[in-house]
């Protein structure tokens, strides 16, 4: 599977480094969940393990609703560095995302102890810095 211009496809990209890398759970926006069922069919063709999908909710712009990503330039990673350290920003996200109560400084690593899908936001969430 190739495009146009001679490059591999993503879908079979993907497939192909997931199994080689031995990818047992893959997490990602609810955007791409149509995705999953074209990489599994690949995955089913080429002999490989199937990973445990799981689509979460979106981040949304304040104007438009449309999600936030780099490739609309929605938020600029410059404002965020002036804004947030590496444990407030992680702390903010996970509080958003229904982790925590209120935005506490925190790892990735501390937020592991407590963690519980059923606790993680299903639905979309706006923005507000």
Known sequence: MRRADGVFAYQLAVV?????AGITDVIRG????????????LQRLLGYPTPRYRH???LLETQGGGKLA?????LPFSELR?????RAFCGTLAH???M???PVACTP???????????????DQVWLL
């Open 16 to 20: 192909v480094d997931d199994a080689d």
């Open 30 to 41: 609810r955007d791409i969940a149509p995705s999953t069922a074209t990489q599994i069919m």
């Open 56 to 58: 979460h909710f979106l």
């Open 70 to 74: 780099k490739l609309h330039a929605s």
């Open 82 to 86: 002036v804004r947030f350290d590496g």
């Open 96 to 98: 958003v995302a229904g």
């Open 100 to 102: 925590l109560d209120r």
């Open 109 to 123: 690593h501390e937020l592991l102890a407590t963690f519980d899908w059923a606790r993680v936001r299903t639905d």
